[in-house]
């Protein structure tokens, strides 16, 4: 039999969402519409709680058309104008930065997340420091805060107690994987991340990207099935041999496009740096070499 050469099948390209909809009595979505290969129809921006004044978890890019179709979504979805406050899962652009459109039109709004000093300025305003374990109230919805770094230092996720469901932000995405930045990220946080999530024992997950997830443990499995199933992979080239990044990418990513090898270049620099950490794997000018 043919070796699997990935273990996640589906991804981000061509997924389309609504602008907005309800996924239950507490939970509805409007759409960022910030769409590309990464984000796939754009960042989920969830409305959470049961009244008319529901929390925003995750804020989107800043988009121009967004404020109106918050507004919208706010209207169709809940019946109201207003919002509690703002929610983050962490400071990259597609979450953090539609917080400057969403005070000015809803209110002073307070800015819960996990800071991330130099990276949470996009808010234009203090944030509301949260730390692992903190709850959230909204009306009808407890959030508390699990920290998941990995994907990047600030993470938070939030699992939502009325519906054994996990807001997983960037950590787990409705299609496709997720990236590991080889700068700011940390594969090995990543893994336990992960592994923490499934120890909540889900029933659902609601992804900052792309569509909910029913079969929130079996999805957790299959992304650290993924990544066990990669590092493999690169573990195999390297007993060939020294290789640079980019050539790993080529022997790896076989079924991937091209204008994705940079993204790929940036997973397979994580992997070798998990790797060099658990003194595995050394690096000498650019080629990466198996010490074992
Ligand atoms: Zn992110």
New binding site residues.
């Given amino acids: 039999m043919e070796k699997p050469i990935r273990v996640v099948k589906d991804s981000m390209i061509g997924v389309k969402l609504p602008d907005y909809s309800r996924h239950s009595a507490i939970v509805a979505s409007v759409l960022g519409k910030n769409p590309g290969p990464f984000t796939g129809p754009g960042t989920n921006t969830y409305l959470v709680g049961r009244g008319r004044r529901p929390l925003i978890l995750d804020t989107g890019a800043g988009v121009a058309v967004y404020p109106e179709l918050l507004a919208r979504g706010l209207a169709e979805l809940c019946g109201s104008q207003e919002l509690d406050k703002i929610v983050v899962t962490?400071a990259?652009g597609?979450?953090l930065g539609g917080v400057r459109q969403i005070r000015p039109r809803f209110g002073e709004l307070e800015i819960l997340k996990m800071p991330w000093p130099g990276h949470d300025d996009a808010a234009g305003a203090p944030i509301t420091a949260l730390a692992d374990g903190d709850r959230v109230e909204a009306d009808g919805a407890t959030l508390r805060a699990v920290f998941t770094p990995g994907?990047?230092p600030d993470h938070l996720c939030y699992y939502l107690e009325q519906e054994r469901a996990i807001f997983t932000?960037?950590v787990i995405l409705g299609a496709g994987t997720t990236v590991i930045p080889d700068d700011t990220g940390d594969l090995g946080q990543y893994m336990n991340s992960l592994r923490r999530l499934l120890q909540l024992d889900p029933e659902l997950i609601y992804p900052a990207h792309g569509p909910v997830i029913r079969n929130a443990r079996e999805k957790i499995r299959e992304y650290i099935a993924h990544r066990e199933l990669r590092e493999q992979q690169v573990l195999e080239v390297l007993r060939e041999g020294p290789h640079q990044v980019m050539a790993m990418v080529k022997r790896i990513y076989i079924d991937v496009p091209a204008f994705l090898h940079n993204a790929a270049a940036s997973s397979v620099r994580s992997h070798l740096r998990k790797l060099h950490k658990e003194g595995v794997v050394v690096e000498e000018e650019d080629n990466y070499w198996r010490l074992s």
Wanted: net charge negative; hydrophobic share 10%; charged share 25%.
């Fill in positions: 962490h990259h597609d979450h994907h990047a932000g960037d």
